[in-house]
């Protein structure tokens, strides 16, 4: 029923702006998709979703373990940049 009266709402509201909010919000989506920073976000993300998904890989093969997560962030920075 909430669902319902969600897009009621949104409807009755919608109509009445007569799309003209709706076209300026997909013109500027748009334009925010067209920016190099915009670009630079969505590759890093590919990066980092690949990277997740082969280390998952590794584990799910056992050949990486599983990483000790009740180690304290500091401890893991410590660990990250020591040259041991």
Sequence with gaps: MKTFLALAI???VGAKTGG?????LGRSLKALC???????VVAA??????????EVAGII?????VPDLDIDLVSRVRNLVSHD
């Design 61 to 65: 093969d056992g050949e990486q373990s």
């Design 10 to 12: 949104g409807y009755a």
């Design 34 to 40: 067209e920016t190099d920073e915009f670009a630079d």
């Design 45 to 54: 993300a590919r990066i980092q979703l690949g990277t997740t998904l082969r």
């Design 20 to 24: 003209k909010d709706l076209d300026r």
